[in-house]
């Protein structure tokens, strides 16, 4: 029996990567998906059609979550042409990476942006109906840059942690509405993300894990569907590794 049948799901930034193998999870889970991409439309519509052949309904958003008033309109459009919300994934993120020295002023805004008020955006929009109809999961990505740091990272690193500080807070403001706020922070998972570092470099990475090996997005994706499952309804406020035991 799937687990999520008969809910909703938008997942942001799930054209690509980690993000599309959210969407095609939850889908596989029974969930109908609204997709969101801000550049690559040809990619979202690709994940649409995989969706559809899963027998899911699916549709595809262009917004830039760091906007107000578009992350608004898309949940706003995908509560309208689905039916309802019951699940947000905030998946969508950037990375400028720079030594703090030599960081611009317009990298660290970037990724603030991008990463930490675009989930300030996203759920300002979806707790409203999730209000409405007492229920809702919202499921955050961070990163074990968020908990540990990284050498190059600080506005990465910074907006993650923020991401860790928001979604424990918005949990105890929402526990008792009967609505979950988890965070799932991924270890290193090969996808266009990171994939300019060197051979030595992820050597280098894959030494410091405890399961010698990066994950694929696959594993990113399971621990959503869980989370957003009915089997979690008496978890919120964690925030959840999937990083092969790096961060322990
Ligand atoms: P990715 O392959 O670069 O994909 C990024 C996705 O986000 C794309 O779908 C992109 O859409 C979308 N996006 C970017 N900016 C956006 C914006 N302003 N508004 C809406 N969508 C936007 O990244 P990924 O590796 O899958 O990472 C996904 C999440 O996991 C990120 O939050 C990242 O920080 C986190 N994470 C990743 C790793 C890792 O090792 N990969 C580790 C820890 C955490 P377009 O296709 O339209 O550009």
Redesign the pocket.
């Known amino acids: 029996m799937a687990i999520l049948s008969g809910k909703v799901a938008l997942v942001?930034?799930?054209?690509?990567?980690?993000?599309r193998a959210i969407a095609l999870e939850l889908a596989h889970q029974g969930a109908d998906i609204a997709i969101?991409?801000?550049?690559?439309a040809i990619?979202a519509t690709e994940v649409v059609r995989e969706i559809e052949t899963l027998g899911q309904r699916a549709i595809s958003l262009e917004?830039?979550?760091?906007d107000f008033s578009q992350a608004k309109t898309m949940v706003d459009c995908a509560i309208k042409e689905l039916g309802h919300l019951d699940i947000l994934v905030n998946?969508?993120?950037?990375t400028r990476d720079m030594l703090l020295m030599r960081m611009r002023e317009d990298d660290w805004e970037a990724v603030l942006r991008?990463?930490l008020k675009?989930v300030f955006n996203t759920c300002q929009a979806a707790m409203r109906p999730f209000l409405r109809q007492r229920s809702g999961r919202i499921i955050n990505?961070s990163?074990?840059s968020g908990l540990m740091g990284q050498v190059g990272q600080t506005n990465y690193a910074a907006s993650k942690a923020g991401m860790i500080g928001f979604s424990k807070s918005l949990a105890r403001e929402l526990g008792p509405r009967g609505i979950t706020v988890n965070v799932v922070a991924?270890?290193?998972?090969p996808?266009?993300?990171?994939a300019d570092l060197d051979a030595e470099m992820q050597a280098h990475l894959k030494s410091l894990i405890p399961l010698a090996r990066f994950g694929a997005v696959e594993d990113i994706a399971y621990a959503v569907a869980f989370l957003a499952s009915a089997q979690a309804h008496y978890i919120t406020g964690v925030v959840l590794p999937v990083d092969g035991g790096l961060s322990m």
């Open positions: 942001t930034g799930s054209s690509r990567g980690i993000g969101n991409y801000v550049h690559n990619a917004a830039d979550v760091g998946n969508a993120g950037i991008v990463n675009g990505i990163s074990v991924p270890g290193f998972i996808t266009d993300l990171n």
